[in-house]
């Protein structure tokens, strides 16, 4: 009858936990995202033609921006909401940036801190978990003792002794349960908390590589615009010496080979700093940093969704990390009702004893006790039957219900932002792109005119100025498409396979 009472108590324990159990709040996820606005429909068509026209007035393979690398529709894949998840390699088609971002996830000193926090929170969840278990001790000890019983005088003998003690509190109220569920959920808040980390870090590395592409190209663009400006001005020159045109022309050539000169000195500082910064990304001292593909190649190659599943964003860390804060938050005042409980415990003692050794642990040595016990809470935090900590708990998972929802809420202002983001600059790129190839023909005619005499050097001075403008411009643009694809696979929440 003892063993059955025993067992029905354990399973008793086993079976009830005061406080409630958590439910996933209905977070109200759209059906599809916000459609283009009426202006903007009207322009698609103009924006495609931009993107796959070509100009007929040019001699074959000159109506591109950049040379070789061009456009190349093909490659942009459209998916729609019923899309498949976001990949990071989707985008990341160079394998020298791949490389970087691998390189980071390992040696950069923010993830390994991350990391150490994990087997902290995981080394504390299995302390809590372990508090569901019997705790047995072992003891021993040897000594002399002695003894006076009134006139019968005093004794002296020796004592060996060896016990193993146990004792068990009884989950009956699931207190030790709820802690245990809590623990386990903030490991998993530290767990998004490392993959939140490692999206960002992600983000980070591939933007400013983009942002040291970027600045390559506007450095390519500044030296080869200060050649052909010098060439311009040493043509003033042959031209002043000859009498064709006066010291005016000649100082206003001067002066505009100034301006691609300091944007020279300016694109290689940043040049220099890009290469710092990612270095440090990736782990390493700040130093020179290995180039793959060109800007607009990798532009030309970003897949632009049309839309993405509203399911993805359940991917995303914070929202996940959000979640496991509430999943704790809830267990908590399961815990702290079950604080105001009884508690029900269990402890014995079982051992040998003897006053020689060389009979210890021998027949007739033996010692044990046992005992349950039961504890109740009278009076606590300065008055009896007081619940402030269960009042805490609910306010505490109130908050954390709370911050659920806006991480929702920001989640898909973030994907909505990224989707319109990339829309939008891929139909800059376009316009940018044509106004370029614009812009570079009316430099070759003017060009073309002031040699010959037709036309004066305002013209060559302004197709110059506008030039040198919009390929900035278009790289700021190509940049900006590329960041903004960025933001759409950090918004969703894209993952990183594994290094093999």
Not at 18 to 25: C, I, L, Q, S
Not at 430 to 444: P, Y
Request: some cysteine.
């Amino acid at each position: 009858m003892r063993r059955i009472a025993l067992v029905a108590l354990i399973a008793f324990a086993g079976a009830c936990a005061v406080g409630p159990g958590y439910r996933r709040a209905s977070l109200g996820m759209p059906d599809g995202w916000r459609r283009p606005a009426t202006s903007e429909d009207s322009l698609r068509s103009f924006y495609d033609s931009l993107r796959t026209s070509r100009d007929t007035l040019l001699p074959a393979g000159a109506d591109t921006a950049r040379v070789p690398f061009g456009y190349d529709t093909s490659s942009v894949r459209a998916a729609g909401d019923s899309g498949a998840a976001l990949r990071w390699l989707d985008l990341i088609q160079d394998s020298v940036l791949r490389q970087l971002v691998d390189t980071s996830l390992r040696a950069n000193r923010d993830m390994r801190t991350a990391v150490a926090v994990i087997d902290e929170f995981r080394a504390q969840y299995r302390a809590t978990r372990g508090a569901l278990l019997p705790q047995l001790t072992a003891n021993g000890r040897a000594g002399r003792n002695q003894t006076v019983f009134g006139t019968f005088g005093s004794f002296t003998y020796n004592v060996y002794q060896a016990t193993a003690d146990m004792s068990w509190e009884l989950d009956v109220w699931g207190r030790l349960r709820r802690s245990t569920s809590a623990a386990r959920s903030d490991l998993v808040v530290r767990e998004e908390d490392r993959r939140a980390l490692q999206l960002s870090l992600i983000g980070d590395v591939t933007t400013a590589y983009f942002d040291l592409r970027a600045a390559d190209l506007n450095l390519a663009i500044a030296r080869r615009t200060l050649d052909s400006r010098r060439q311009t001005l040493a043509l003033a020159r042959r031209r002043l010496d000859q009498g064709l045109i006066s010291e005016l022309d000649v100082r206003q050539f001067e002066a505009e080979v100034a301006s691609p000169a300091a944007s020279v000195a300016d694109f290689e500082r940043q040049v220099a700093q890009q290469e710092n910064a990612l270095s440090v990304l990736v782990g390493h001292n700040p130093g020179a940093i290995a180039r793959g593909r060109a800007l607009t190649e990798m532009a030309a190659r970003i897949p632009v969704p049309a839309g993405v599943p509203s399911a993805l964003l359940g991917n995303r860390p914070d929202v996940r990390g959000a979640e496991a804060s509430l999943r704790a938050a809830t267990a908590r005042i399961g815990a702290a009702q079950a604080a105001y409980l009884p508690t029900f415990t269990i402890t014995g003692q079982y051992g040998t004893q003897s006053t020689e050794f060389s009979k210890w642990f021998g027949s007739g040595t033996n010692i044990w006790q046992a005992f349950a016990g039961v504890s109740i809470p009278l009076f606590k935090e300065g008055r009896p039957g007081a619940g402030e900590q269960v009042n805490i708990a609910r306010a505490r998972a109130s908050q954390a219900r709370s911050r659920y929802e806006q991480t929702v809420l920001v989640a898909l202002r973030e994907v909505e932002d990224a989707l319109v983001g990339l829309r939008t600059a891929q139909d800059r790129s376009a316009a940018q792109e044509r106004q370029v190839i614009a812009l570079r023909r009316a430099l070759e005619l003017a060009d073309m005119r002031y040699r010959n005499g037709v036309s004066s050097y305002l013209d060559v001075l302004e197709a110059q100025r506008g030039l040198f403008g919009a390929e900035l411009a278009l790289t700021q643009a190509e940049r900006d498409q590329l960041v903004a694809a960025v933001q759409l696979y950090r918004a969703v929440g894209a993952g990183w396979p594994a290094a093999q």
